[in-house]
C-alpha cells in the first residue's frame, strides 16, 4: 500500500509542471488525496486537497488561482497542475491520502508517497 509521487522537476519562473500521485495495492476511489510541500528550513504546509469523488477541493492561498487538482480514479492517479510557478513554490512535494474527506493538517493522512523536489529558479 503505497503512492507514488512523480514529476517533479526544474523549471523556470512562470512555467508549469504537473505532479501525478498513483497508488499502489490500493484503489484511490474512498480517499481524499492531498499534497503537502516542504521547503529547506521551513515546516510542511497543505497545498491541495480533492475529496474522493472530486466534488470538494482545497488550495492554499499562496497557490490559488496558479494551481489545480484533477483525480482519473480510472487511472488511480491524482494531478496537481502547477502553472505560474514562482521561485517562492521550490520544495519536496509530497502527495497523501486519507480515508475520508479533505483535511488542511497533514497529521490526519494514512498513507503517504516519497517525494517529488520541484525547483523554480532562473
Known amino acids: 500500500v503505497q503512492l507514488q509521487a512523480s514529476g517533479g522537476g526544474f523549471v523556470q519562473p512562470g512555467g508549469s509542471l504537473r505532479l501525478a500521485c498513483e497508488a499502489s495495492?490500493?484503489?484511490?476511489?474512498?480517499?481524499?488525496i492531498g499534497w503537502f510541500r516542504q521547503a529547506p528550513g521551513k515546516e510542511r504546509e497543505g497545498v491541495s486537497c480533492?475529496?474522493?469523488?472530486?466534488?470538494?477541493?482545497y488550495f492554499a492561498e499562496s497557490v490559488k488561482g496558479r494551481f489545480t487538482i484533477s483525480r482519473d480514479n480510472a487511472k488511480n492517479t491524482v494531478y496537481l497542475h502547477m502553472n505560474s510557478l514562482k521561485p517562492e513554490d521550490t520544495a519536496e512535494y509530497y502527495c497523501?491520502?486519507?480515508?475520508?474527506?479533505?483535511?488542511?493538517?497533514?497529521?490526519?493522512?494514512?498513507?503517504w508517497g516519497q517525494g517529488t523536489l520541484v525547483t523554480v529558479s532562473s
Open positions: 495495492g490500493f484503489t484511490l476511489d474512498y480517499y481524499s
Open positions: 497523501a491520502g486519507v480515508d475520508g474527506k479533505c483535511y488542511r493538517e497533514y497529521g490526519w493522512y494514512e498513507v
Open positions: 480533492i475529496s474522493s469523488r472530486g466534488r470538494s477541493t
